[in-house]
């Protein structure tokens, strides 16, 4: 089992950065991605971010790239979501995961842990 726990979510004006974290505890030597999605309201959950854990390889939605970046400290079991230039359209509730699976780390159903999200608000 992991558990993950997120932190660092709240309300931001459009344009701002906020910093999420992920720490994860347990068997967390199983772990091969460590992801970042986000579900608005309405909408189904979407893939954000992810890293790969050992190799730090990194992956990003096209609607993220080049505003968001993903990075972890190994040592901490973290990982964290670095969020710049922030959308109205980012506003959502974002969920670290990790995934045993050694591909497709854009798809949700190949994570097995889930954190209990938080919650980030771009006011526009």
């Known amino acids: 089992q992991v558990q993950l726990v997120e932190s660092g979510g709240g309300l931001v004006q459009t344009g701002g950065s906020l910093r999420l974290s992920c720490v994860a505890s347990?068997?967390?030597?199983?772990?091969?991605?460590m992801g970042w999605f986000r579900q608005a309201p309405g909408k189904e959950r979407e893939f954000v971010a992810a890293?790969?854990?050992?190799?730090?390889?990194?992956y990003y939605a096209d609607s993220v790239k080049g505003r968001f970046t993903i990075s972890g400290d190994n040592a901490k079991s973290t990982v964290y979501l670095q969020m710049d230039s922030l959308k109205a359209e980012d506003t959502a509730v974002y969920y670290c995961?990790?995934?045993?699976?050694?591909?497709?780390?854009?798809?949700?159903?190949?994570?097995?842990?889930w954190g209990q999200g938080t919650q980030v608000t771009v006011s526009s």
């Open positions: 995961a990790a995934s045993r699976a050694q591909n497709r780390p854009g798809r949700s159903s190949y994570y097995d842990y």
């Open positions: 890293r790969s854990w050992s190799w730090g390889r990194t």
């Open positions: 347990g068997r967390t030597s199983s772990t091969y991605f």
